[in-house]
Nanobody
């Protein structure tokens, strides 16, 4: 069992930056693959980025590639999403997800544990 808590969301102007954090607690030892998803109003939850348990492999959605960076610090049980050059189409509730898995997964149903989400709002 893993509990996840996101933070770092807020209001930022287009072109600005935010860093989201996700702190994990509970049974965090072992090979835990993690990812970020987002859900905008009226839209389905979509994949943003994923990272392997060792942090050496990652995967990004085309819409955020080159602007967002995923990272993890296993010593702090924390996942990060650095978001630069934010665009008006980026606002959404961003969710942290985790699973006891070595595979980088991009489908929401493939993740077992989820945080409560953190709101990101971009003004133009």
């Amino acid at each position: 069992q893993v509990q996840l808590v996101e933070s770092g969301g807020g209001l930022v102007q287009a072109g600005g930056s935010l860093r989201l954090s996700c702190v994990a607690s509970g049974r965090t030892f072992g090979s835990v693959a993690m990812g970020w998803f987002r859900q905008a109003p009226g839209k389905e939850r979509e994949f943003v980025a994923a990272i392997s348990w060792g942090g050496s492999s990652n995967l990004y959605a085309d819409s955020v590639k080159g602007r967002f960076t995923i990272a993890r610090d296993n010593s702090k049980n924390t996942l990060y999403l650095q978001m630069n050059s934010l665009k008006p189409e980026d606002p959404a509730v961003y969710y942290c997800a985790a699973n006891y898995d070595l595979i980088l997964r991009t489908v929401p149903v493939e993740y077992e544990y989820w945080g409560q989400g953190t709101q990101v709002t971009v003004s133009s």
